[in-house]
């Protein structure tokens, strides 16, 4: 089982950046894929990017790509998403998420494939 904590929302106008964390309790945090998550109020929580337990393989949202990056540092057990360029679209809680998978270069978009969930962070634009 693993536990995940958020952090690095806030408040940021349009065009700026942000860096969120995912912070993973246990030891076989390498064994886990990872995804964020973000549901902005009255939608259904939707994909923006994913990693794989190994790290070589991401996968993005069609919204944010080119504009974020997923990475995780597997020493730290923590992993990130940097948002650059940020729109007031983009106005959203952001969840992480992890899946146990044997596979190190497996990838997982799908919410409902993921069974750890942090509590998620608040991240918002303006214009």
């Known amino acids: 089982q693993v536990q995940l904590v958020e952090s690095g929302g806030g408040l940021v106008q349009a065009g700026g950046s942000l860096r969120l964390s995912c912070a993973a309790s246990?030891?076989?945090?390498?064994?886990?894929?990872m995804g964020w998550f973000r549901q902005a109020p009255g939608k259904e929580r939707e994909f923006v990017a994913s990693?794989?337990?190994?790290?070589?393989?991401?996968a993005y949202a069609d919204s944010v790509k080119g504009r974020f990056t997923v990475s995780r540092d597997n020493a730290k057990n923590t992993a990130y998403l940097q948002m650059n360029s940020l729109k007031p679209e983009d106005t959203a809680v952001y969840y992480c998420?992890?899946?146990?998978?044997?596979?190190?270069?497996?990838?997982?978009?799908?919410?409902?494939?993921?069974?750890?969930w942090g509590q998620g962070t608040q991240v918002t634009v303006s214009s």
């Open positions: 998420a992890a899946k146990s998978s044997v596979f190190g270069s497996k990838l997982f978009v799908r919410k409902d494939e993921y069974a750890y």
């Open positions: 246990g030891r076989t945090f390498s064994s886990y894929a």
């Open positions: 990693i794989s337990p190994s790290g070589p393989r991401t």
